[in-house]
């Protein structure tokens, strides 16, 4: 009986009975339900029927045709941006969402515009979104906003500044200079804690020693009684250091010029070469990496997803094969081919101390025999969370070759910014470059000025 009485409804939802079609729906038919609807798509009833069933069934594509083959009327603004998104249609998906006008939906459209490559459209829509956002969600928008301004080119000066904050962000936790120059008095006390916070910031104690000297006796000449009136004078003598360990990174020139990297395992010399490359192929050069790190085939990979990153073209051999061979295809290859920059990546393993030498010498002279006047830069990369304990490396290396510049990598995990200084010092090597991150853009020029500014920030 009940059999008889089913099949009975079936077909009448077969004729295109709406409340039989109803009835099978509701008893979980829906598959055989659509089938049957898929017949009646002009009767707009059962269009309607038959869309909300899609709908539920997430047949977002079928949906999408009725939408757009029968009856744009058929779905919401928000179905719309729903089922465009679902099918690809990024574009119309986006206007849809911004329609809406509430705070996720325009988040919504303006991160779709960005993926499909529209950042003026995206960066406008993320603006509107940003002010209707409630506070504690906001950080998702804020940071594609300040990527998208980045892209555009709007965000340079800005950049550099944030990323140096955030580069010395531990450091500036350690010291406190803000906390420490905030009305304290001038008693014996203040100074001992401001050596001990030099000292922490791995300044070294000499210059520790003497800029509390200083300040003293400042404190006693202008017969000041708060530490606010002295943070000038702190800020004074630090730049003062600094200054002395600045330095700016020779420029490529029109030929060719062959920036050489050396340093212990981990300091960060394949990052340091990728995000370098980076920067020269955005103005335009030509670049060429070269994997002289041949110990491990890891390093080789890591070079070269560094240079699939970058744009730039690279240079490698298997892993165990000679590094000054690998240089000199490279400079063969850069000398054929017009390469305007040449990034070599070296093998820093200080255990073995003479073969380590001995291929560095082989290395530059093979860099000689292109370029006499060359390296254009013979780097040495220093891991900053080390601090001083980077010295005695450095020494090795220096006798090795002569070397140009030091890269101070990790500052941003580091709170011994101050390293800088005795390093530069006792080497007598100034800084060129400091790594803040672990990003392309991480690599910044070392700017003593700046530097000063966002310590004491
Ligand atoms: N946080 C941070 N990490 C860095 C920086 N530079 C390099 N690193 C990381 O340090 C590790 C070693 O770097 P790598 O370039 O492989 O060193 P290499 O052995 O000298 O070539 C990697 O995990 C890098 O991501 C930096 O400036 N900041
Ligand atoms: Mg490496």
Redesign the pocket.
């Known amino acids: 009986m009940l059999f008889w009485r089913k099949s009975q409804e079936e077909k009448l939802a077969e004729r295109g009975d709406k409340n039989a079609i109803i009835s099978l729906i509701e008893k979980g038919k829906r598959e055989r339900a659509i089938e049957i609807l898929e017949r009646f798509k002009e009767n707009p009833e059962l269009r309607g029927l038959l869309f909300r069933l899609y709908m539920e069934e997430g047949k977002y594509y079928y949906a999408y045709q009725l939408v757009e083959h029968y009856d744009p009327e058929l779905a919401t603004a928000k179905e719309k941006a729903l089922i465009y998104e679902r099918v690809g249609e990024l574009e119309k998906s986006a206007r849809e969402y911004a329609k809406l006008g509430d705070w996720e939906s325009l988040k919504k459209a303006g991160l779709l515009l960005w993926q499909i490559k529209k950042p003026e459209g995206a960066l406008e829509l993320l603006e509107r979104a940003i002010k209707l956002t409630p506070p504690m969600k906001r950080e998702e928008v804020e940071e594609a906003i300040k990527k998208i301004k980045e892209e555009l080119g709007l965000l340079q000066r800005e950049s550099f500044l944030e990323r140096l904050r955030k580069g010395l962000k531990k450091t500036k936790e350690a010291v406190e200079f803000g906390i420490l120059f905030a009305g304290r008095k001038l008693d014996e006390e203040f100074f001992e804690e401001l050596e001990e916070k030099l000292i922490k910031a791995d300044l070294g104690s000499k210059t520790a020693i003497y800029f509390v000297e200083e300040l003293r006796k400042e404190a006693i000449r202008k017969k000041l009684n708060t530490s606010d009136q002295l943070s000038a004078s702190l800020k004074r003598l630090m730049r003062e250091q600094l200054l002395k360990c600045e330095e700016r990174l020779k420029e490529p020139h029109e030929s060719k010029s062959v920036y050489l990297f050396l340093?212990?395992?981990?300091?960060?010399?394949?990052?340091?070469i990728g995000k370098l490359a980076y920067r020269f192929v955005k103005e335009g050069k030509k670049v060429l990496l070269v994997a002289g790190?041949t110990f491990r085939s890891a390093?080789i990979e890591?070079l070269e997803v560094w240079a699939h990153r970058s744009g730039a073209d690279i240079v490698k051999r298997q892993e165990g094969a000679d590094p000054a061979s690998v240089v000199y295809e490279a400079m063969q290859k850069a000398e054929q081919e017009g390469y305007q920059v040449v990034l070599i990546?070296t093998a820093?393993r200080l255990h073995t101390k003479e073969p380590l030498i001995r291929e560095l010498r082989k290395i530059r002279d093979i860099i000689k025999r292109f370029l006499p006047e060359e390296p254009t830069e013979t780097l040495l990369?220093l891991d900053a969370t080390i601090g001083q304990n980077s010295l005695q490396q450095a020494k090795v290396f220096k006798e090795a070759v002569e070397v140009t510049g030091i890269v101070l990598?990790?500052?941003?995990?580091s709170a011994k910014g101050g390293a800088l200084v005795p390093i530069c010092k006792e080497l007598g090597i100034p800084v060129k470059l400091i790594?803040?991150?672990?990003g392309l853009e991480?690599l910044q020029p070392f700017d003593a000025e700046a530097f000063v500014e966002e310590l004491f920030s």
């Open positions: 340093g212990v395992n981990g300091s960060g010399k394949t990052t340091t790190d390093a890591q990546d820093g990369v990598t990790k500052l941003d995990g790594g803040v991150g672990e991480d």
